[in-house]
C-alpha cells in the first residue's frame, strides 16, 4: 500500500517535471520565432525540446514498468518475455533499457489487479463471517441477560 503511493508520488513529481520542461522548451522555441532567429537555431531548439520530451517520457515509462514488474514478482505472477515484442521496447535514451509497451502495462497490471481483487475477496469473506458470528453472539447474549 505504501509502496503503491510513494510510487505514485514519484510519478506526478516525474509528470510535473516533464509538463514544465516541456513548456520551458516550447516558450524558448516561440521566443526564437518571434525574434526571427535563423531556422537552424530554431530547428536545434525544437529538436532539443522533443529529445527532452522524449526522454522525461521514456523515465515515466521506466517508472511504470519497474513497479509493475515489481508488483508482478512479489505476487509470483507472470511477466511477459521481452521476446514478446508487442509487450516491450527498447529506451531509445536509456541503452540496454526496455520498458513495457501499452499493451504490456495493460496486460501485467490485469494481471496483478486480478490477483489483488482475489486477496480482498478472501478477506472479505473472512471479514463477512466474523462479522455475522459476532451479531449472532451479541444477538444471543442480550436474549439470555433477559
Known amino acids: ?83 514478446e515484442v508487442d509487450m516491450w521496447q527498447q529506451c531509445s535514451h536509456a541503452s540496454n533499457q526496455y520498458v513495457l509497451t501499452n499493451a504490456g502495462i495493460t496486460g501485467v497490471r490485469s494481471i496483478v489487479r486480478n490477483h489483488e481483487k482475489s486477496k480482498r475477496d478472501t478477506v472479505l469473506v473472512y471479514i463477512a463471517a466474523f462479522t455475522g458470528i459476532l451479531g449472532t453472539a451479541t444477538g444471543l447474549l442480550s436474549i439470555i441477560k433477559q
Do not use: C, Q
Not at 503503491?4 to 522555441?29: A, G, S
Not at 530554431?42 to 519497474?66: D, G, R, Y
Open 1 to 83: 500500500m505504501f509502496e503503491d503511493l510513494k510510487h505514485t508520488m514519484k510519478l506526478n513529481k516525474l509528470i510535473k517535471r516533464r509538463e514544465k520542461v516541456n513548456d520551458e522548451n516550447w516558450v524558448k522555441v516561440g521566443i526564437a520565432k518571434k525574434t526571427n532567429e535563423s531556422r537552424l537555431t530554431i530547428e536545434e531548439l525544437e529538436h532539443n525540446a522533443w529529445s527532452e520530451e522524449k526522454f522525461t517520457t521514456e523515465e515515466v515509462s521506466i517508472l511504470l514498468t519497474k513497479h509493475l514488474t515489481t508488483k508482478a514478482s512479489r505476487y509470483s505472477l507472470p511477466v511477459p518475455s521481452r521476446d
